[in-house]
């Protein structure tokens, strides 16, 4: 009989949940655990038993453990996870407490990111997995004024303007800055102030289904590293 592939997710805002890519593993028959932060959920002891990891954006910042002390629980699961060759996708606040865990800098941004941008694959994606058959510009929606720098040992995979670090690799782990995981409705309730919420919906129709296909194709390549 076919295992199960259990994923343990962290969600750490309400309006933050792992969207298309949850709908996505959840399709393929993953068994997803999702601790809540915002609920005041514990994180397990330890990454065993599950195939991968994934950790969720959300308004706080890394170096805040004091008012959020499960920052420093999740990030020993992370760094338990990346080192042990599991399968780790950070996505957006996720990617820079998995930088943080990793040895990398957490600072500002050269400027907060907010609505549609573009991000550009590096010449080292083309030969990372997970990258594998993404068009080389692809459309994202950003909400972040912090970045991470890459890891000692690992790898930029994806920059832009005016942030340039927008997605790295180390090892199995990877960071995105970026979302992709959004839909219409996360929109709506991330940007309830009618006029941003118009221009960015706007935008979808062209947009989303460039970004949307990028998703499915990254997710499609995170599954293939849990399965090898």
């Not at 338990?80 to 780790?88: D, F, Q, S």
Request: glycine share 10%.
């Amino acid at each position: 009989m076919e295992l199960t592939l259990k994923i343990l997710v962290s969600q750490h805002h309400p309006e933050e949940g792992a969207g298309t890519f949850g709908r996505y593993l959840e399709g393929r028959g993953a068994e997803l655990d999702t601790v809540h932060t915002y609920l005041g959920h514990k994180f397990p002891a330890s990454i065993q038993g599950y195939a991968a990891m994934v950790s969720m954006g959300g308004p706080m910042n890394v170096y805040e453990e004091e008012e959020h002390p499960w920052l420093a629980d999740e990030g020993r699961l992370l760094a338990e996870a990346a080192r042990a060759g599991l399968p780790v996708l950070g996505i957006c606040l996720g990617a820079q407490l998995l930088a943080k865990v990793l040895g990398a800098a957490v600072t500002r941004s050269p400027q907060e990111e907010i609505g549609w941008y573009e991000v550009k694959q590096t010449r080292q994606a083309a030969d990372n997995p997970l990258w594998r058959g993404v068009e080389p510009v692809i459309p994202v929606v950003q909400w972040h004024g912090d970045m991470f720098q890459v890891p000692e040992g690992g790898e930029l995979m994806a920059s832009g303007w005016p942030c340039p670090n927008q997605a790295f690799a180390w090892r199995k782990a990877h960071g995105l800055q970026f979302h992709l995981e959004v839909t219409p409705d996360t929109i709506r309730d991330w940007f309830p102030e009618p006029q941003r919420q118009r221009d960015i919906l706007g935008r979808w129709e062209k947009l989303g289904i460039r970004m949307d296909a990028a998703a499915r194709r990254i997710y499609d390549n995170f599954w293939h590293l849990m399965e090898d």
